[in-house]
């Protein structure tokens, strides 16, 4: 059974496998698309610390809040990944949310991004929060279904400033 781990050093050539395959099929959230993966060859553990940046007790720059990575992982094998925002901002509220994820273009269509949002809902929950925000865009049906799967309430769609497309922002009640 896949599980939610804090981003490690043994699951690098995992990783780096699952950055190539985003980058060839074009198909990946933004961090991922952008991630050189000669850099990441080169010093992995440099990688691990940007990732826990924002993890408390740092203080992050204006802008941004505490938030964490977690990797879904089924034994060595990287599955793809949720970041938590521990807390919104404005800019959050209106778009992004408490909780993103994605799932590497080889693992999709087998039900890992709804476990992935299942677990991270279990972790947001462990960190205090009771009502969680996802947002995702009117046109992707994946995620949405993700997100309805998980209990998420529709507040309604919406258009947001620098950002081209229609989205939609859900809230799931964490019990
Ligand atoms: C969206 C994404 C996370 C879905 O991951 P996944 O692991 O394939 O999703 P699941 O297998 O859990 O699928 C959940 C449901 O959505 C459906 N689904 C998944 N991808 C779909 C697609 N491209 N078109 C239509 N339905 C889709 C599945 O059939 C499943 O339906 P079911 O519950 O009726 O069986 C993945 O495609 C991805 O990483 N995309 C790029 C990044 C991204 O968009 N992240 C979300 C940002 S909000």
């Given at each position: 059974?896949p599980?939610?781990?804090?981003?490690?050093?043994q699951?690098?050539d995992?990783?780096?496998?699952?950055?190539?395959?985003?980058?060839?099929?074009?198909s990946?959230?933004?961090d991922?698309?952008?991630?050189?993966?000669?850099?990441?060859?080169?010093?992995?553990?440099?990688?691990l610390a940007?990732?826990?940046?924002?993890?408390?007790?740092a203080?992050?720059?204006?802008?941004f809040?505490?938030?964490?990575?977690?990797?879904?992982?089924?034994?060595?094998?990287?599955?793809?990944?949720?970041?938590?925002?521990?807390?919104l901002?404005?800019?959050?509220?209106?778009?992004?949310?408490?909780?993103?994820?994605?799932?590497?273009?080889?693992?999709?269509r087998?039900?890992?991004?709804?476990?992935?949002?299942?677990?991270?809902?279990e972790?947001?929950?462990?960190?205090?929060?009771t009502?969680?925000?996802?947002?995702?865009?009117?046109?992707?049906?994946?995620?949405?279904?993700v997100?309805?799967?998980?209990?998420g309430?529709?507040e309604?769609?919406?258009?947001?400033?620098?950002?081209?497309?229609?989205?939609?922002?859900?809230?799931?009640?964490?019990?």
């Amino acid at each position: 059974m896949p599980i939610l781990v804090p981003p490690a050093e043994q699951y690098a050539d995992s990783f780096l496998a699952a950055v190539r395959e985003a980058q060839l099929t074009g198909s990946g959230l933004g961090d991922t698309l952008s991630a050189d993966p000669a850099e990441l060859e080169r010093d992995f553990p440099a990688f691990l610390a940007h990732l826990r940046r924002f993890e408390p007790p740092a203080v992050p720059p204006v802008g941004f809040v505490n938030s964490e990575y977690l990797w879904l992982v089924d034994g060595e094998t990287y599955l793809g990944r949720v970041s938590i925002r521990h807390t919104l901002n404005a800019r959050l509220r209106e778009f992004g949310g408490h909780i993103g994820y994605e799932i590497r273009p080889s693992m999709r269509r087998r039900g890992y991004a709804t476990l992935a949002l299942r677990l991270a809902l279990e972790r947001a929950r462990a960190l205090g929060l009771t009502r969680v925000l996802v947002t995702c865009d009117v046109d992707n049906v994946g995620s949405r279904r993700v997100i309805e799967v998980n209990g998420g309430e529709l507040e309604g769609e919406f258009r947001v400033p620098n950002y081209e497309k229609e989205i939609r922002r859900y809230w799931i009640t964490l019990a």
